[in-house]
């Protein structure tokens, strides 16, 4: 049976962000059917989280083969944001019917949702459905060796808020920089909508535009030029040192589960730390639930 919506409670028990102490840092046990920030309601303002999703049937298995076959040439941003506007009923404010007729105009709702609320509702399907030990290929850091490591749903950091305004913040630039004439030495921030993700994830390799394509997303606008929507080439001055420093504060910062986990090299011994590969055939297979 597909859980009910739970409502997040605040907890006492809850750890708080070391850059703001609304930003509440939990697990995928405690949150639940909960999205970490979610869709604000255009009648009342508040955030909508809940998550409902139909039971995955062969009948569903099909139809998501089907899919997948004929968008083969599609990333897995894509492929993801897919599968859950036909599996889900409700991420936050949407309500997905499922219908083939809707699929495409469907996808593309969820692919506006927060970076995190996607990516948190595509564990939790994960979990809800086939459990919360995941198993994924790695490549050690140190000697190279292809080995299958373990990964908790249940134990991850997830970072949630109740209200939208705490997923801002502001960077100080090292480097300041000229655009449109001002000087920018601080960026409001924001948190990323998935489908940079869509737009990035195929292209693993180049991690330049990735981190071009993420700071650009997340940026509400420039101090001194506010409600300024800023184009890539605009930011193409950026020093290297934010362009590192902005990258990390990203992911220290980003609502949303933590994709990081240790992986223990069965070889050389080293361990190190590593992103769950979240994309689908190895994500939401049998394999994935075991060990080589
Ligand atoms: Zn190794």
Redesign the pocket.
């Known amino acids: 049976m597909p859980e009910k919506n739970q409502q997040s409670e605040s907890s006492p028990q809850d750890k708080r962000a070391d850059w703001n102490e609304n930003v509440r840092i939990t697990t995928m046990t405690k949150l639940g059917a909960s999205l970490p920030i979610g869709t604000v309601d255009p009648v009342s303002g508040e955030l909508s989280k809940g998550i409902e999703h139909r039971r995955w049937n062969l009948r569903l298995e099909k139809a998501i083969g089907q899919y997948r076959e004929g968008n083969r040439r599609k990333n897995m941003g894509h492929f993801a944001a897919s599968i859950l506007a036909k599996v889900c009923t409700v991420l936050g404010g949407l309500a997905l019917t499922g219908d083939e007729k809707q699929l495409n105009q469907d996808s593309v709702r969820v692919s506006q949702m927060w970076v995190g609320d996607v990516l948190y509702a595509w564990f939790w399907l994960r979990r809800q459905i086939l459990g919360s030990l995941v198993y994924f290929s790695v490549r050690?850091t140190?000697?190279?060796?292809q080995f299958r490591t373990p990964a908790d749903l249940d134990t991850l950091e997830v970072r949630t808020v109740d209200s939208l305004a705490d997923t801002h913040w502001t960077y100080d630039m090292i480097e300041p920089i000229k655009i449109r004439d001002k000087m920018v030495e601080k960026l409001h921030m924001q948190s990323a909508r998935w489908s940079v993700i869509q737009l990035i994830s195929g292209d693993g390799e180049n991690s330049g535009s990735m981190k071009a394509g993420m700071i650009l997303d997340s940026i509400h606008s420039a101090a001194g030029l506010d409600n300024v929507q800023l184009v890539e080439h605009e930011l193409e001055e950026m020093g290297k040192p934010d362009i590192e420093h902005l990258s990390a504060e990203l992911d220290r910062r980003n609502i949303g589960p933590d994709v990081a986990v240790d992986a223990d090299?069965p070889?050389?011994h080293?361990q190190f730390r590593t992103s769950i590969d979240w994309a689908y055939d190895s994500f939401f297979s049998d394999s994935g639930r075991y060990a080589p």
């Not at 140190?142 to 060796?145: E, T």
């Open positions: 050690c140190n000697c190279g060796a090299c070889k050389c080293v």
